[in-house]
């Protein structure tokens, strides 16, 4: 059974680093093929693909926060973890985990985790 | 690269069926057949509906079909159901490891 659980702070003052946790069980990272992704929704508005990381560990960012994002992996804890810099309120929003692209495509979620980006 | 595009709304009677369309460009839903589609209730997660642009994962309703010509993918949702009503994204690789959602459609049953 594959699942995917996002944790991190609930509010993040401007300026500041926000880190943010996917614990995933039911497949593993290392396995061929296998990715894990951050997605994010800024207050029910669209998704926006943010970063993926593979199992040979190369790294994938979208280009309007590319000098902002690093996402990175522990195969040993099997988690996936994301950190964008200097946050703003814009980036208020939930933010999801996703395991994939597996075919292009998302196929398991996780409940996501709700940022308020505030002074 | 720009967000693929998606009416904002669309909406339809139960037992009637509707079309929801992703337009995109020729440098991603043009070039890739690989368009997904996602159903996303109000407070919850997107779940998973289409890969590849037509191929329906396992476990996901018959009533869910999907298809694309040129730049346009489209979701064709039919015998329409109560539990349809929700926002639905579309999202397409855009080549060079990235992915491009659309904007989201609202679908309301009447």
């Known amino acids: 059974q594959v699942t995917l659980r996002e944790s991190g702070p609930a509010l993040v003052k401007p300026k500041e680093t926000l880190t943010l946790t996917c614990t995933f069980s039911?497949?593993?990272?290392?396995?061929?093929?296998?990715?894990v992704t951050w997605i994010r929704q800024s207050s029910g508005k669209a998704l926006e693909w943010l970063a993926t990381?593979?199992?040979?560990?190369?790294?994938y960012y979208t280009a309007s926060l590319k000098t902002r994002l690093t996402i990175s992996s522990d195969s040993f804890t099997n988690q996936v973890f994301l950190r964008l810099t200097n946050v703003d309120p814009v980036d208020t929003g939930s933010y999801y985990c996703?395991?994939?692209?597996?075919?292009?495509?998302?196929?398991?979620w996780g409940d996501g985790t709700e940022v308020t980006v505030s002074s | 690269q720009s967000a693929l595009t998606q009416p904002a709304s669309v909406s339809g009677s139960p037992g009637q069926s509707i079309t929801i369309s992703c337009t995109g460009t020729?440098?991603?839903?043009?070039?890739?057949?690989?368009v997904s589609w996602y159903q996303q209730h109000p407070g919850k997660a997107p779940k998973f509906l289409i890969y590849?642009?037509?191929k329906r994962p396992s476990g996901v309703s018959y009533r869910f079909s999907a298809s694309k010509s040129g730049n346009t993918a489209s979701l064709t949702i039919s015998g329409l159901q109560a539990d349809d009503e929700a926002y639905y994204y579309c999202?397409?690789?855009?080549?060079?490891?990235?992915?491009?959602f659309g904007g989201g459609t609202k679908v309301t049953v009447l």
């Open positions: 039911g497949f593993a990272l290392s396995s061929s093929g296998m990715c």
């Open positions: 590849e642009a037509t």
């Open positions: 999202c397409s690789y855009a080549g060079s490891n990235i992915y491009l």
């Open positions: 996703a395991r994939g692209p597996i075919n292009d495509a998302f196929d398991f």
């Open positions: 990381i593979d199992w040979e560990d190369d790294k």
């Open positions: 020729s440098g991603d839903v043009g070039t890739y057949d690989l």
